[in-house]
């Protein structure tokens, strides 16, 4: 079955698994990269949101717990500094984002890793950030395609097709709000972030619309191309986990390469200010 009849498919299973509260949406705007395609959500926004906020609160507390929550306070400056050029960006793809509660931290681990929750909770790990010696403007790569994917509401469109999945077992009824789901949907949502593989087609779209978000923040695009290559040699034998949830096909740095030419205007716009 080709890809794309793949998609069609999942998308008519998340459909006719809820004939009543199913969507069909575009959570964002193209841009200058043209990122458009219609997703299929069964799972709402708020709901959603909701979830995401209270398993946010979970990880940071495990991090806490364990002394690796913000404990290098220039790191933890770093990395918000570069959030908050990279959100004023987001308008571009949708004029609700820069208003959302965003929140950005940084835990104490060995692992290369980032990640940002539906609604705009972001975690960069500090073996991200030493291991590969990131630049800013890589580390604004990284950010910018972790928001990417919460712009596209990737969560709530993979937590919407395993609710639907679910409902063939009858879990799927709670998290339609017929029950105490809201524990179930954070696990969930949990799983959808940090643990379980990308697919490619919403890798593709966070590496196209990341590309623009540093553009416009006035970091140079080209290093997501530096970045993934780094990415890429870490680790030997052992793969940086970020890797195994983002499957990395072998035309990703020609696809960043070409996008991060064509939102080159964009990043020189920034620096003629
Ligand atoms: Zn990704």
Request: glycine content about 6%; aromatic content about 4%; proline content about 4%.
């Amino acid at each position: 079955m080709s890809e794309r009849s793949i998609i069609v498919r999942d998308g008519l299973l998340v459909c006719m698994l809820a004939l009543t509260s199913c969507q069909t949406v575009q959570t964002t705007q193209p841009g200058a990269v043209g990122v458009e395609r219609q997703q299929s959500m069964l799972l709402s926004s708020s709901q959603v949101d909701k979830s995401a906020a209270q398993a946010y609160r979970q990880e940071m507390k495990k991090a806490a717990v364990k002394n690796a929550l913000n404990r290098d306070a220039a790191q933890v400056a770093r990395v918000r500094v570069i959030a908050l050029r990279l959100i004023p960006g987001t308008a571009a793809f949708r004029p609700d984002a820069p208003r959302w509660a965003w929140e950005t931290n940084v835990i104490t681990s060995n692992d290369v890793n980032a990640w940002c929750m539906p609604g705009g909770k972001m975690a960069v790990y500090s073996g991200l950030i030493e291991k590969l010696k990131v630049t800013d403007d890589e580390l604004a790569a990284v950010m910018g395609h972790e928001i990417a994917h919460a712009l596209r509401e990737h969560g709530r469109e993979r937590a919407s097709r395993a609710a639907a999945q679910g409902m063939a077992l009858s879990i799927g009824g709670a998290l339609l709000g017929l029950g105490d789901s809201s524990v179930q949907l954070a696990q969930i949502i949990t799983d959808v972030t940090i643990n379980l593989p990308n697919s490619r087609e919403h890798e593709v779209e966070a590496d196209r619309i990341g590309v623009e978000l540093a553009a416009r923040a006035g970091y140079d695009p080209r290093a997501a191309v530096t970045l993934w290559q780094k990415m890429g040699q870490v680790g030997g034998s052992a793969p940086p986990q970020f890797l195994s949830t983002h499957p990395s096909p072998q035309n990703r740095q020609k696809d960043l390469t070409d996008y991060a030419a064509r939102v080159m205007p964009l990043y020189e716009s920034t620096r003629k200010r």
